[in-house]
Nanobody, 117 residues
Framework: QVQVVESGGGLVQAGGSLRLSCKAF????????FGWYRQAPGKTLDLVAD???????NYSDSMEGRFTVSRANAKDMVYLQMSSLQPEDTAVYYC???????????WGSGTQVTVSS
């Protein structure tokens, strides 16, 4: 089993920045990728960005350039640096951990990001 814990959410004004962190605990052998997803009220869960064990990153088109995902393999951690935040970025942000390229998936409980106008 893998436990996933996110941190770093909060309230920020439009144009501001936040850095989210995610750490995996437990049987972390075999982690092949980390991903960040978000869900705004009344909307679907959408991919923000992910990074695999080789460091290859993938971003949602609307977030590339403003958000940066990075991984600290030795620490089983991943970060999401968010800049130029806008009210439409308000959502609960979830960290996803994939074992063996998705054979198993684990999710954190989410961290709230609120951007005020």
């Amino acid at each position: 089993q893998v436990q996933v814990v996110e941190s770093g959410g909060g309230l920020v004004q439009a144009g501001g920045s936040l850095r989210l962190s995610c750490k995996a605990f437990g049987n972390t052998f075999g982690i092949t990728s980390f991903g960040w997803y978000r869900q705004a009220p009344g909307k679907t869960l959408d991919l923000v960005a992910d990074v695999n064990m080789y460091g290859r990153t993938n971003y949602s088109d609307s977030m590339e350039g403003r958000f940066t995902v990075s991984r600290a393999n030795a620490k089983d951690m991943v970060y999401l640096q968010m800049s130029s935040l806008q009210p439409e970025d308000t959502a609960v942000y979830y960290c996803n951990v994939k074992i063996d390229w998705g054979r198993s998936n684990y999710w954190g409980s989410g961290t709230q990001v609120t951007v005020s106008s």
